[in-house]
């Protein structure tokens, strides 16, 4: 479980701070990048790393033998609702300064990888995931399918029951307890009407390469490291800054929903 002090210790360091700063200009890199210029030894960045993730402020994805670092709002974000919430300033605060880092980070591998740490067992955590009397509380959608590598996913809006259908939304892997994976849902007019967006957006990102979002879950403990990777783009992508206002939404809620048995 990561704690307060653990942040706030790791956050004190400036040589960190300074990999932080690296990482919120350009995430997904390895140690080899972030060592560039910055005057220290390949060691010394790599313990900071090491502090840094174990205070979840830094999370990595394995490319091959590449081991590539993002800067994870998450523990910030975790640490600001508390204390929002204890002088009665809305949440919403805590989110727009977290979609306001995030949004204006650009991104040297076109991906994002979001992590949090959830109070429940991974048996919970894939129910949570997969079953629609989870995902309609937290999420607001709901999928249809057998959950097998290859199948196809009818995604449901709950509030006005719009199906989001398409031969090439499938499954791409389901490990329960362990990882699940799929395509994203088509960006359709029938989606941007049930979300309010805009039909112009939808005509520019109609022709961008279908994504994909990940969820790798490793139990620590009493509690799950959920860790989220969403690729697929090109590196011109207009969905892909999106993520940074939608994902910690989701994520939130659903870590408030098997904590405390309410979404946000």
């Not at 937290?138 to 995604?155: A, K, N, Q």
């Amino acid at each position: 479980m990561l704690r307060d002090d653990d942040v706030f210790r790791a956050l004190a360091d400036g040589s960190r701070r300074t990999l932080l700063d690296r990482l919120d200009a350009a995430g997904g890199q390895t140690l080899r990048e972030l060592c560039a210029g910055l005057g220290m030894t390949r060691q010394s960045v790599s313990k900071h790393l090491t502090v840094l993730e174990e205070a979840g402020l830094v999370t990595s994805v394995r490319r091959g033998r590449e081991k590539l670092h993002y800067l994870n709002a998450a523990p910030v974000s975790d640490i600001a609702e508390r204390w929002i919430n204890r002088y009665h300033r809305r949440r919403v605060d805590a989110l727009a300064d977290l979609k306001k880092a995030l949004e204006g980070t650009p991104m040297s591998r076109p991906e994002f990888v979001y992590t949090t740490y959830i109070r429940t067992t991974p048996e919970q955590l894939w129910k949570a995931l997969t079953e629609p009397a989870f995902t309609r509380q937290y999420w607001g959608v709901t999928f249809d399918t057998d959950w097998r590598p290859g199948s196809t996913m009818t995604w449901r809006v709950d509030k006005n029951g719009t199906e989001l259908a398409d031969p090439e939304q499938v499954v791409l892997a389901a490990e329960p307890y362990t990882r699940l994976s799929f395509t994203w849902h088509t960006m359709s007019e029938e989606w941007a009407k049930a979300f309010d967006i805009d039909l112009d957006y939808v005509a520019k990102v109609a022709h961008e390469p279908r994504s994909r979002a990940t969820f790798e879950i490793e139990q620590q403990g009493e509690h799950c490291k959920l860790t989220v990777v969403h690729d697929g783009f090109d590196a011109d992508s207009l969905v892909l800054p999106s993520l940074g206002d939608g994902w910690p939404q989701v994520i939130a809620s659903l870590k408030s929903l098997l904590e405390t048995g309410r979404p946000l």
